[in-house]
């Protein structure tokens, strides 16, 4: 039995954690049990041969990841870096480097490469929370890796199921998610205002930090609104460089914008409890993200709060350890699932980053308007977010047993008889209806003309249980295939996949209802 390597447990990193799957564990426990049927055993590393810090390093990151991702990958990743490469001559000790990680390639077949596919995604969550243990400056190499998957003949590059790029299935299913998580206020405003606008921006957490509530801009151009955000540019060297020094205008959704004055109000809201005497100009500059409330407390005047702000500026803002907490909390919650895996996605701004480079390479953006849109000065690393869009292996239904049961249940708990046990039955404006006037349910919250493909993914529709979901789900795949006829892109295409996915799910609902129901009169 190996001795396991003591190491002092820094103070931002709590010792006792939560599994994705609800189990708690002890970071410096030799068993993690992460779920019912998956328990690591550090007892199998060889700490021998394995540094302290990269021992040290491994731990933070799979503890982390276990609060965040499913106990299979957890497992799969601490199994295939130990067994394929910290137990072999390919590891020769110290922190892990691009030499030892090609070494452990070129021993690889094509039909076992994917394996360094998972200890890739490993190593880059590692590097990305800059924990002790991995060579510094790794991650264009990795980036640069070419992979075959466990799919045999398919090529990948960066389309990492669990840290690049999402597919745009995996784009709809995360923002169903989070809408109806805010909904059902499982996500707080806070939490929620942070998702989207890493999502919809793309931008770096050390610029959204930055962000206060006088950056928020609308304008009335030829009679429309147009809502923006004056985003702080970050890696900017000389005059130019520092906190909140130089600006990007960025143009967002209404529905963003609405999100962030939200969130703005109820920071404003705080800031005047604490400080009942600042002025309107006052309160614009604070920031959208707030620090640790107690740092209200530490300004007892107004004068006080304004020397701060040029003095300190950054002190109310939230700091590196903050967001990186916010993008924990977020990822842990997400139950969205993924059609690729099977598990639930993996939310991280820097996947953000990757979909929103891989999206406008979709659309033929690249080079300096990739760049530009990706607030990066040149060219030199874009290719660090954009990634290779493979065509999937194997279409969605083959990979969403799982998901199809979860969401058939959610649905069981919505289905309706007659419009009777509808929330606004009496309300005309609530029915939804198919081709040929065909009602297949009701809105259970405001109108909002979306039209049915929308509104089968959405938490507030009530789906009545004897509609003609079959004739709904047959339209739309036909409609689906008349598009690829007419030379549709993949990205159109691929917006059906989750209507296709949510009607199948309620159609084995309907089913599962239908069945009690018979079984119940029996």
Request: contains cysteine; aromatic residues 8%; neutral net charge.
């Amino acid at each position: 039995m190996n001795a396991a390597v003591e190491f002092k447990l820094p103070k931002c990193e709590p010792l006792h954690r939560t599994s994705k799957a609800g189990y708690k564990f002890d970071v410096h426990s030799e068993f993690w049990k992460l779920g019912h049927d998956y328990t690591l055993n550090w007892g199998l590393l060889n700490y021998q041969k394995a540094d302290s810090e990269l021992c040290q390093g491994l731990r933070l990151t799979l503890a982390r990841m276990a609060e965040e991702v499913s106990e299979s990958h957890i497992k799969g990743c601490y199994t295939y870096i130990r067994r394929y490469f910290l137990d072999t001559p390919h590891y020769t000790g110290g922190e892990i480097t691009d030499t030892q990680i090609l070494n452990l390639k070129a021993s690889l077949d094509k039909e076992n490469e994917y394996k360094l596919g998972t200890i890739r995604a490993l190593l880059r969550n590692w590097i990305d929370w800059e924990y002790s243990g991995v060579q510094k400056g790794m991650t264009p190499f990795l980036d640069s890796l070419k992979l075959h998957g466990n799919v045999k003949g398919k090529a990948v590059l960066h389309s990492c199921p669990h840290s690049g790029p999402w597919t745009v299935t995996e784009q709809q299913l995360l923002m169903s998610w989070a809408a109806n998580a805010f909904l059902t206020e499982q996500l707080t405003l806070r939490e929620y205002a942070w998702f989207m606008i890493c999502y919809q921006t793309a931008r770096r957490p050390i610029q959204l930090r930055q962000l206060r509530i006088c950056d928020l801009n609308v304008e009335v151009v030829k009679g429309k609104q147009i809502y923006s955000v004056s985003v702080p540019r970050a890696k900017k060297r000389g005059e130019d460089g520092g906190f909140r020094k130089s600006f990007r205008s960025l143009n967002i959704t209404e529905d963003l914008f609405l999100i962030l004055i939200n969130l703005a109000e109820q920071v404003q809201k705080l800031a005047k409890k604490k400080l009942p005497k600042l002025t309107k100009a006052d309160l614009t500059e604070l920031p959208l993200f707030v620090g640790k409330e107690e740092q209200f407390d530490e300004i007892c005047t107004v004068d006080e709060f304004r020397s701060s702000l040029k003095d300190e500026p950054a002190k109310l803002h939230m700091n590196v350890q903050g967001s990186s907490d916010l993008t924990r909390v977020v990822s842990r919650k997400c139950s969205a699932i993924s059609e690729r895996t099977g598990e639930t996605i993996h939310f991280t701004p820097t996947r953000c980053r990757r979909t929103r480079a891989t999206n406008l390479v979709r659309h033929g953006i690249s080079g300096v308007q990739l760049a530009y849109l990706l607030d990066h000065e040149d060219t030199q690393n874009i290719g660090v977010y954009t990634g290779y869009t493979p065509e999937l292996a194997l279409r969605i239904f083959a990979k969403m047993n799982e998901a199809m049961s979860f969401l058939a249940a959610m649905f069981e708990d919505r289905l309706i008889t007659d419009e009777s046990g509808a929330v606004r039955g009496s309300d005309p404006a609530s029915r939804r209806h198919i081709s040929g006037m065909k009602h297949v349910g009701n809105c259970g919250g405001s109108a909002c003309d979306s039209g049915v493909k929308i509104c089968v993914s959405c938490a507030r529709f009530q789906p009545l249980l004897h509609a003609p979901w079959d004739e709904l789900l047959v339209d739309l795949t036909e409609e689906m295939e008349d598009r690829r006829e007419n030379g549709a892109s993949d990205l159109v295409l691929q917006s059906y996949d989750l209507a296709i996915v949510h009607i199948a799910a309620i159609m084995k609902a309907c089913d599962n209802k239908i069945q009690a129901l018979n079984e119940g009169a029996a």
